[in-house]
């Protein structure tokens, strides 16, 4: 429908770009919807840190590696100061996060004073704006990208393949050779293409690089780890957790400041690709962050989510924002789409639970 527009190397990379902070901090909020908690301050966080980041940065000429650190520190303090009171005072996660978003809405304006501030040092920017270098230079096709797509490509092909050899060795049940044969080669050629694709325009961007090194750190720990199968049992019941010997508030609090490191690095990563604070950054990011989970199979009643998923439900949204707008559907009726595709994404898990 949009003539090939969606699939050009320019447009594809712009769709990175645009959506990597919400993806960053779907990581997050997959932990905290798995855990049965929901965190609606995100949007203000994330604008409030990049508020913080201009006034150090801009304002107090602070060197972007300690005033980065001290941006990350204050993202954990906040969804410490957060998960504090979830954990231990046992008030709802919703009443606490909705009362955060208005606290950091405020703080942010009275940050800025109600103005916006930059731009950025250079370095910051490429954070967000900056693009892997050509070390094999390649010329016009940024050989070093599209060499490192296809290293990704082959190492989750084998990855899969050892999976899989794996369970068939325990006897457990697998899927057909032919249907996973298919199915990783059609993954393989796709994550190829895409590498081709940004290769001929200016390489992976290098925020392209930190979303990927989280989501295998995030894959890792939730399918991995012992801490993973712990917040799926937090999420799935939690006396049943607590009573097994699960320290469920402790838990609770962690990936409550999980979260909010997530959302101070999106806040950084979108100040930077604006170059600039405003007071309303971040506006309604709590809401594309939650529908990416939503959409992406986790569950509003907790227990049921992955991060693939959760990535995948963040592309969905961001493809559906980008080629409604080469299509010209005017902002009024994206609204109602995507309100209506998190409905229906809803509705097919309570659905399946049901049955």
């Known amino acids: 429908m949009t003539d090939g527009t969606l699939l050009q190397p320019l447009n594809l990379t712009n769709l990175v770009l645009q959506n990597s902070y919400i993806i960053i901090m779907a990581l997050g909020m997959l932990l905290v919807i798995v855990a049965g908690y929901i965190d609606l301050s995100v949007g203000s966080v994330c604008g409030f840190i990049g508020a913080l980041a201009a006034v150090l940065m801009v304002d107090y000429h602070w060197h972007f590696v300690p005033a980065t650190l001290l941006c990350l520190a204050a993202g954990a303090l906040i969804g410490a100061a957060q998960g504090w009171f979830v954990a231990y005072f046992r008030i709802p996660s919703f009443i606490v996060t909705l009362a955060s978003m208005l606290v950091f809405k405020g703080l942010a304006l009275a940050l800025l004073n109600g103005q916006s501030v930059g731009p950025f040092p250079e370095t910051f920017q490429k954070l967000s704006s900056g693009f892997i270098p050509d070390w094999l230079e390649g010329g016009e096709l940024h050989l070093t990208s599209l060499v490192l797509g296809v290293l990704v490509?082959?190492?989750?092909?084998?990855?899969?393949?050892?999976?899989?050899?794996?369970?068939?060795?325990?006897?457990?049940?697998?899927?057909?050779?032919?249907?996973?044969?298919?199915?990783?080669?059609?993954?393989?050629?796709?994550?190829?293409?895409?590498?081709?694709?940004?290769?001929?325009?200016?390489?992976?961007?290098?925020?392209?690089?930190?979303?990927?090194?989280?989501?295998?750190?995030?894959?890792?720990?939730?399918?991995?780890?012992?801490?993973?199968?712990?917040?799926?049992?937090?999420?799935?019941?939690?006396?049943?957790?607590?009573?097994?010997?699960?320290?469920?508030?402790?838990?609770?609090?962690?990936?409550?400041?999980?979260?909010?490191?997530?959302?101070?690095?999106?806040?950084?990563?979108?100040?930077?690709?604006?170059?600039?604070?405003?007071?309303?950054?971040?506006?309604?990011?709590?809401?594309?962050?939650?529908?990416?989970?939503?959409?992406?199979?986790?569950?509003?009643?907790?227990?049921?989510?992955?991060?693939?998923?959760?990535?995948?439900?963040?592309?969905?949204?961001?493809?559906?924002?980008?080629?409604?707008?080469?299509?010209?559907?005017?902002?009024?009726?994206?609204?109602?789409?995507?309100?209506?595709?998190?409905?229906?994404?809803?509705?097919?898990?309570?659905?399946?639970?049901?049955?």
């Open 153 to 355: 490509a082959l190492a989750m092909a084998a990855n899969g393949w050892r999976t899989r050899r794996n369970h068939l060795l325990h006897g457990m049940e697998v899927e057909p050779a032919a249907l996973f044969a298919t199915r990783n080669v059609a993954f393989a050629l796709i994550l190829v293409a895409l590498s081709w694709l940004l290769a001929s325009y200016k390489g992976l961007p290098n925020v392209l690089i930190i979303m990927f090194a989280l989501m295998v750190a995030y894959d890792f720990v939730t399918s991995r780890t012992t801490i993973g199968r712990r917040i799926y049992a937090l999420g799935g019941n939690e006396k049943a957790a607590r009573l097994s010997g699960i320290r469920t508030e402790r838990l609770a609090f962690l990936t409550f400041v999980n979260m909010g490191v997530l959302a101070a690095l999106a806040g950084l990563v979108f100040a930077a690709r604006l170059n600039t604070a405003t007071p309303k950054a971040g506006l309604g990011f709590e809401l594309d962050v939650i529908a990416a989970c939503f959409i992406g199979g986790a569950s509003a009643s907790g227990g049921v989510g992955k991060v693939m998923g959760a990535v995948i439900g963040a592309f969905i949204m961001g493809v559906m924002n980008n080629g409604m707008s080469i299509l010209g559907v005017g902002i009024d009726y994206q609204q109602v789409i995507k309100g209506l595709v998190l409905l229906a994404a809803v509705c097919v898990d309570v659905y399946n639970k049901n049955k």
